[in-house]
């Protein structure tokens, strides 16, 4: 049921009726084992706090309340509810609501009853039991659920609405010709009316029996973060608040379960805050009881309509006892009386939420996206909402291959979406696109060939473009892009849609998922278009990159002295030629690069810091006379306003810097700046001895630069014709030193593994101590891949393969049959064959692909004894 306060719009109320149709449809299979619990045995967890027995002759009105209007339940119901005795009374220990024929000439034409429990009984937690015997007939719509005593989340549905169990039509007929036998139990939560949300699950009952044949018991269990649905003692459904996914830096990435949550402006902040759970049902609920006769759910499905025959002589919603139980283990949280079963949280128990999923957050790198260009990308595939074509892909005289879109006399909206339950390519995936780095520049473009104009001459052309599942949403007429064009059929038009003035109107661009163009709702009858060249993009730009020192000194980042009183100078390197060189005698100093004094001169790397580093190489000519002096490395910004220092050899997997020897230092940007360094504006780099210990010290650098080592790179190789100096080949466990072999045309040299006596092993790939690598700038749209072929297999028998991927020491790790990374093709022997593994599918089986360390390909543990195999040209990359 919803709340009788909402006064909803008739499209508000189609969507609603359509979400409870997908909840429970014709269609609905139900399958259960009624042998996994005793329906019979007594709840003996939990204490008896409330109820009502009904054997008395009366109604209690120290328990129940009665809402008398004819509002129609918000639902466009058909009933005046009533305080009549003949419409709610109680007879014979059972509670009878009626619904009957109104006197001719009535505000509405039919009377029933709801009452409620209001300030009389009101929970938080327990479990809630009723049990009842349902009414039938086409518009019968019995219901018994919950709303919040204190709406402190907003109005209906932010603060919530639990549904215990509701039917519609019982034993009218559905599309199949069977009777009607379903009943459900829903959440309603979210956002306002109309952009609510819901989510729940049909429940049929075993061997054919109807709810509006006998009594039946109906319960949820309600507890902090989690409810759970009932019929006669069977767990049927579970529903969970959401559940947050986190990288390695703390960062919210995702969600590990999509369930309820609720938005709502938080009275500290006044800002608009989406909290994924336990709100909004962590507060007092109160019951209600209601007998509703049609409306918007029960008209629109099985015969449809109300059936005036089924209520010639009244419907009764006949309910024989209401209790209320508290877990006594645990009342602040109603924890520790679960009644469960195996398997009570997998797929066909537990149902996915709707709320929305949190972007992650932008990683600051600059990105373009191309949607399509002529090849459909599987991750954005053309769409049409609601009009019921497939959009066809065509050959264009002029532009070559478009999709076609075509709008008939069924109102809709065509473009192309980013979103789960659209994609249907195996190797598309969800992926939002972050354009918050190109926001200022970038802009969203298409080319457009109208074939021909809506029937309708007042029809507009428009452009609208979403984010986060629809949370924000901007909607333009096409002649407002950057060109002011109309579209003209028969002609190519090039449209164009700036990205600061849709964030401006409202758009939150870190997570775009859906772009549209269409002629306006319901106008668009006979239009016919194409479009290529979707994207978003910005025009492209050099990575910025500060070189301290190349082959000669930056005058703008001279050698420095800070107080020693040296000169620094540039000598000749018999291994590099010029380099730079710096000496320190008795007085305490530290040296390295920096502007001239009052030069302002600073260097941003704010575009840069994710994938951005401070490298240098170093070279020590005499070590500080010191034994125990420390090497560092000390960056500052903004005139020392902010600043970092380490040990030097933190640059070099710990290894300290040994004379006479060249070595690189790398300092990655994120890490400086997750310590505090300000890389906005940064103004000095030193390397040196600990303060007041470098006396004698001579050394020399080489290579010094700030930059993106990755800028005009796209992704990780591990392995293509050698070993990536980073990782390395392994074996975990069974003593054997994986080898790189001549495969001869066309691979060349490759990585060739070999399974001894002792077969319990795995390998693969393992990144040097301190390395891993960071993927989550290609998330939506990269893969681990790699070739690999069986050299020899002795056994001959079936061996399961395995691709498993973990990140530092295996916080995270996944692991999948090898033959997904090829269309469930398993390897064969002597074949070489291409596996890809889309990081997509990775982070949202559980991976943080922010920390990836290890790469395994492997027979079964134990199995593979005397197995020789290759694998080349491993990497993690875009598609």
């Known amino acids: 049921m919803y709340n009788n306060i909402m006064k909803k719009s008739p499209i508000a109320a189609l969507f609603l009726t359509l979400g409870l149709v997908g909840c429970g449809g014709d269609d609905v299979k139900t399958n259960s084992n009624f042998d996994a619990i005793d329906p019979s045995e007594p709840v003996s967890d939990w204490q008896l706090v409330w109820s009502d027995e009904f054997n008395g002759d009366e109604i209690d009105d120290r328990k129940w309340s009665f809402e008398v209007n004819c509002l129609g339940g918000g639902n466009q119901e058909k009933q005046c509810y009533t305080d009549s005795e003949a419409n709610a009374y109680v007879s014979e220990d059972t509670l009878k609501i009626v619904a009957l024929p109104a006197a001719e000439g009535a505000e509405q034409p039919y009377t029933s009853a709801r009452i409620n429990s209001r300030l009389k009984g009101d929970f938080k937690y327990g479990r809630i039991e009723v049990r009842a015997k349902m009414p039938f007939g086409q518009g019968a719509w019995p219901a018994v659920w919950m709303m919040p005593t204190d709406s402190v989340y907003g109005g209906w549905p932010k603060s919530g609405e639990i549904d215990i169990v509701e039917a519609v039509n019982l034993k009218a007929d559905t599309a199949a010709g069977t009777p009607e036998n379903h009943v459900y139990g829903t959440l309603h939560y979210g956002r306002d009316a109309p952009n609510n949300s819901s989510s729940g699950k049909a429940y049929a009952l075993p061997e054919g029996m109807n709810p509006a044949d006998d009594f039946h018991t109906y319960a949820i269990e309600w507890q902090e973060g989690e409810i759970r649905w009932y019929v006669d003692g069977y767990l049927y459904a579970t529903q969970m608040a959401s559940q947050e996914r986190y990288n390695s830096r703390g960062e919210v990435v995702g969600l590990r379960h999509r369930g309820w949550f609720t938005e709502y402006y938080d009275q500290t902040t006044g800002e608009l805050t989406v909290d994924y759970g336990p709100a909004p049902f962590d507060q007092r609920f109160y019951l209600i009881m209601n007998l509703a006769v049609g409306g918007n759910w029960p008209e629109s499905v099985n015969e449809t309509g109300i059936d005036p025959e089924a209520f010639a002589n009244g419907q009764t919603f006949e309910i024989d006892y209401v209790r209320v139980y508290e877990c006594a283990q645990n009342p602040n949280t109603g924890r520790g009386c679960e009644t469960i079963r195996a398997g009570y949280k997998d797929e066909d128990t537990l149902v996915e939420g709707e709320a929305p999923i949190p ?308 300092f990655p940007l994120q890490q400086l700046s997750d310590a505090g360094l300000d890389v906005s504006a940064i103004d000095v780099l030193m390397i040196f001895p600990a303060w007041d210990t470098g006396n004698g010290a001579v050394y020399r650098v080489d290579e010094a630069r700030i930059y993106n080592p990755s800028a005009g790179e796209d992704g990780l190789t591990v392995f293509a014709n050698n070993i990536n100096s980073d990782w390395s080949l392994w074996d975990c466990c069974a003593g054997t030193t994986p080898e790189v072999v001549d495969a001869g045309a066309p691979y060349g040299s490759v990585a060739q593994f070999s399974i001894p006596g002792w077969p319990e092993t795995v390998l693969g790939f393992l990144a040097n101590e301190g390395v891993s690598y960071d993927a989550s700038s290609m998330v939506a749209n990269g893969a681990i891949s790699f070739d690999m072929r069986i050299v020899e297999n002795p056994t001959g028998g079936p061996t399961d393969w395995f691709f498993k991927v973990e990140s530092t020491g295996a916080a995270t790790a996944v692991e999948l049959p090898l033959s997904a990374g090829n269309y469930d093709t398993a390897p064969v022997v002597g074949e070489w064959a291409r596996y890809n593994f889309p990081l997509q599918e990775l982070f949202d089986a559980g991976l943080d692909i922010s920390d990836i360390n290890v790469l395994m390909i492997f027979p079964t543990w134990g199995t593979g004894q005397g197995t020789v195999y290759q694998i080349d040209n491993v990497q993690i990359a875009n598609f």
């Open 359 to 666: 972007s992650p957050p932008s990683d600051g790198v600059a990105r373009n996206l191309t949607i399509f260009d002529g090849t459909p990308n599987p991750n954005w595939p053309a769409w049409d909402c609601c009009g019921g074509s497939t959009p066809e892909l065509v050959d264009d005289t002029e532009a070559g291959p478009a999709y076609k879109f075509v709008v008939g006399p069924t109102p809709t909206v065509n473009g192309f979406i980013s979103r789960s339950a659209f994609i249907t390519d195996p190797n598309g995936t969800p992926s939002p696109f972050d354009a918050s780095p190109i926001v200022a520049t970038g802009a969203i473009s298409f080319d457009m060939k109208v074939l021909s104009q809506p029937s309708n001459p007042d029809s507009t052309w428009l452009f609208k473009v979403e984010s986060n599942e629809g949370s924000t949403a901007v909607e333009l007429p096409l002649s407002a892009s950057s060109e002011g064009l109309s579209p003209v059929a028969g002609e190519w038009q090039t449209f164009t849609f700036p990205l600061q003035p849709l964030a401006d109107a409202g758009l939150d661009v870190s997570g775009i998922d859906v772009i549209m163009v269409f002629p306006a709702w319901d106008t668009g009858n006979g239009a016919e278009y194409l479009l290529t060249n979707v994207e978003i993009a910005a025009p492209e730009g050099p990575s910025p990159e500060l070189v301290l020192w190349g082959d000669a000194e930056n005058p703008d980042w001279p050698m420095w002295d800070c107080c020693g009183g040296t000169t620094p100078q540039t000598v000749q390197d018999e291994e590099r030629g010029p380099v730079a060189e710096f000496t320190i005698g008795a007085t305490p100093t530290v040296m390295g690069f920096k502007p001239p004094e009052n030069s302002g001169i600073q260097f941003d790397a704010t575009s840069i810091m994710v994938e951005g580093v401070v490298q240098f190489d170093m070279k020590v000519v005499n070590a500080p006379s010191n034994p125990d002096s420390v090497w560092k490395f000390k960056i500052e910004a903004d005139g020392a306003s902010s600043a970092v220092e380490v040990d030097l050899n933190t640059g070099n997997a710990g290894v300290d810097p040994v004379t006479g020897e060249w070595a690189t230092y790398t």
